[in-house]
T-cell receptor, first 113, second 116 residues
Framework: QKEVEQNSGPLSVPEGAIASLNCTYS??????FFWYRQYSGKSPELIMF????GDKEDGRFTAQLNKASQYVSLLIRDSQPSDSATYLC?????????????FGAGTRLFVKA | DGGITQSPKYLFRKEGQNVTLSCEQN?????MYWYRQDPGQGLRLIYY???????QKGDIAEGYSVSREKKESFPLTVTSAQKNPTAFYLC???????????????FGPGTRLTVT
């Protein structure tokens, strides 16, 4: 079992729809959760982070965390073609000696105009 | 402007040659990281450093070396011992989080290395 799992996609949604991206993780001790957006050929860009169970909203983005289910998701409302990218889920664990961030392989999102 | 710079953007080398990738940050971040990304895959941690003059191996350190002589700089050397060096290399840095429990990492633009 991978430590951080994402559906590779592509996930295709029409412009204006809600895109729902999901991520599961294996370590119950994971403390912090991040979503990065990566355009093709570019480096990842941090878009959301969440530490506590529940929802966190920032503009069109909502991150949802359920630690009991070891599940984190990202909702993108009013999806735009410019949202087309790969979305990486990252989870920070705290093994002895410091922090360790594990990245999922990413979900490709395609927003159709 | 604060940020992380990596140079060069594209790098071509012959097999058997060592090559050093540059990473500089002016964000005053304590921690710095090197990742490798292969097509269709997530980021894999090569090395990280939480403080000057100290660094630890990540998950795929074999064939790589680093140094951290200055807070701002964390160069990565890809040695001839690295069997499959062609990849997209990403440098990142981070600050302690507000909760004291995690790090939000910020990435440089990356260096795409091709070894033939």
């Amino acid at each position: 079992q991978k430590e951080v799992e994402q559906n590779s996609g592509p996930l295709s949604v029409p412009e204006g729809a809600i895109a729902s991206l999901n991520c599961t993780y294996s370590d119950r001790g994971s403390q912090s959760f991040f979503w990065y957006r990566q355009y093709s050929g570019k480096s990842p860009e941090l878009i959301m982070f969440i530490y506590s169970n529940g929802d966190k909203e920032d503009g069109r983005f909502t991150a949802q965390l359920n630690k009991a289910s070891q599940y984190v998701s990202l909702l993108i409302r009013d999806s735009q073609p410019s949202d087309s990218a790969t979305y990486l889920c990252a989870v920070t664990q705290r093994p002895r000696g410091g922090f360790k961030t594990i990245f999922g392989a990413g979900t490709r999102l395609f927003v159709k105009a | 402007d604060g940020g992380i710079t990596q140079s060069p953007k594209y790098l071509f080398r012959k097999e058997g040659q060592n090559v050093t990738l540059s990473c500089e940050q002016n964000l005053n971040h304590d921690a710095m990281y090197w990742y490798r990304q292969d097509p269709g895959q997530g980021l894999r941690l090569i090395y990280y450093s939480q403080i000057v003059n100290d660094f630890q191996k990540g998950d795929i350190a074999e064939g790589y070396s680093v140094s951290r002589e200055k807070k701002e700089s964390f160069p990565l050397t890809v040695t001839s011992a690295q069997k499959n060096p062609t990849a997209f290399y990403l440098c990142a840095s981070s600050i302690p989080s507000r909760t004291g429990g995690s790090y939000e990492q910020y990435f440089g633009p990356g260096t795409r290395l091709t070894v033939t």
